[in-house]
């Protein structure tokens, strides 16, 4: 079985069995999002920070880097091309000019309502693969092995 499953890597050898179908997921799941977001004029990677924009109102760019942990570099770059796109606003917290605060405009919150209709029909396909047992079960997997695997870090 080990031989049959690294013959199905080919070149990619470098993941554990279960990395490789996660991994392979997360490919699927990035360009069908990509896919979808394109049509209302955003990618998976903005609808990442403004996911966190939405839930908190107003963030510095330092809490965004925290829950989207991508480079400040690209985060930098990704906010100011979700400000050319009249998405979101910086401004200087009130009480020190250092920190920059980071919120959504009006077309941004109406946007939002899109963004999750794409990550809700994306969660109904795999509702129609799996049974709803199986589903609980996956989500309950790996949330036990995504808390497991931070705790080592």
Known sequence: MQNNFKEQLGKDLSKTKMGYYIDSLYKIERTLFDKEFEKIGITYSQFKVLNWI??????????????????????????????????????????????????????????????WKVIDAFDMKIRQVLTEEEYETTVR?????TDALNENK
Request: with cysteine.
């Open 54 to 115: 939405w839930r908190y109102g107003e963030l510095t760019q330092k809490e965004i880097h925290d829950f989207v942990n991508v480079k400040p570099s690209s985060l930098t770059t990704m906010i100011n091309v979700l400000i050319k796109k009249g998405l979101v606003v910086r401004n200087t917290d009130p009480t020190d000019a250092r920190i920059r605060r980071i919120s959504a405009t009006e077309k941004c919150t109406k946007l939002g309502e899109d963004a």
């Open 141 to 145: 997997s790996l949330m036990k092995l």
